[in-house]
């Protein structure tokens, strides 16, 4: 299974940018899909969650009303819309998926490789 992430890079406070993440490979069902961030210094914490039919969305407060996750199941993609950026939001962003490899399969989660978000003042 791989993850292939895009989308980060340099913005000032204020702006917007999208990332996306696409998993591909040996994919029976994926489950959850979730972004998560690490900024320097930092543990990895959670962004945002959707689950597999995109019926319920969670957020962590600092991005409330500021970002969206959305998912497009034909694609195996997960998304996040990052509005009105702050420098508090740069770090390094993940992507995270669960799934299973065949029906039989327990449920596994991946990390994608992570793309930089920095937001200038």
């Known amino acids: 299974v791989q993850l292939v992430e895009s989308g980060g890079g340099l913005v000032q406070a204020g702006g917007s940018l999208r990332l996306s993440c696409t998993a591909s490979?040996?994919?029976?069902?994926?489950?959850?899909m979730a972004w998560y961030r690490q900024a320097p210094g930092e543990e990895r914490g959670p962004v945002a969650s959707?689950?597999?039919?995109?019926?319920?969305?969670t957020y962590v407060d600092a991005v409330k009303g500021r970002f969206s996750i959305s998912r497009d199941n034909a694609k195996n993609t997960v998304y996040l819309d990052m509005n009105n950026l702050k420098p508090e939001d740069t770090a390094v962003y993940y992507c995270?998926?669960?799934?299973?490899?065949?029906?039989?399969?327990?449920?596994?989660?991946?990390w994608g490789q992570g793309t930089q978000v920095t937001v200038s003042s």
């Open positions: 490979g040996s994919l029976f069902s994926i489950s959850e």
């Open positions: 995270n998926v669960v799934f299973r490899t065949h029906a039989s399969d327990y449920w596994r989660y991946y």
């Open positions: 959707i689950f597999f039919d995109s019926s319920r969305t």
